[in-house]
């Protein structure tokens, strides 16, 4: 990284965050080819939702802490960023400063009550 640039302050979730709170707080998403989109717009129905990227693909995902999204987004697991969703660099920093820890962190739940 250039010296000049300030990195991303780290910030911590739990590593059993809900998915779904997750992808409301990052807006990214792993699809199964692993390429990074930007979400544009996430549909809830119970604990299911329907997620629509930046380039038009839809998704549709349960609210699991295990299923295969949640997993590849813990792990930063993707090969590449998907052009058409032009997803910003200070995003992709802001996921790549992000930390999955089991005892601290924001469970990001609170932050849906305001
Ligand atoms: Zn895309």
């Given amino acids: 990284m ?8 780290k910030r911590f979730y739990r590593k059993r965050v809900e998915l779904f709170h997750l992808i409301a707080k990052i ?7 692993g390429v990074l989109h930007g979400i544009r717009t996430i549909e809830r129905f119970g604990q299911t ?3 629509t990227t930046h380039c ?11 299923s ?12 590449g960023v998907c052009r058409d969703c032009g997803v910003p660099d200070w995003k992709l920093e802001k996921y790549n400063a992000t930390r999955f820890t ?10 849906e009550r305001h």
């Avoid at 250039?2 to 991303?8: I, L, V």
């Fill in 68 to 79: 295969r999204a949640a997993r590849w987004l813990r792990n930063k697991m993707f090969v």
């Fill in 102 to 111: 089991r005892h601290h962190g924001s469970r990001l739940d609170s932050e």
């Fill in 27 to 33: 807006k990214l998403w792993p699809s199964r080819s």
């Fill in 2 to 9: 250039a010296s000049d640039t300030k990195p991303a302050a």
């Fill in 49 to 51: 939702a329907r997620i």
């Fill in 56 to 66: 038009n693909r839809t998704f549709t995902a349960n609210n699991s802490r295990n």
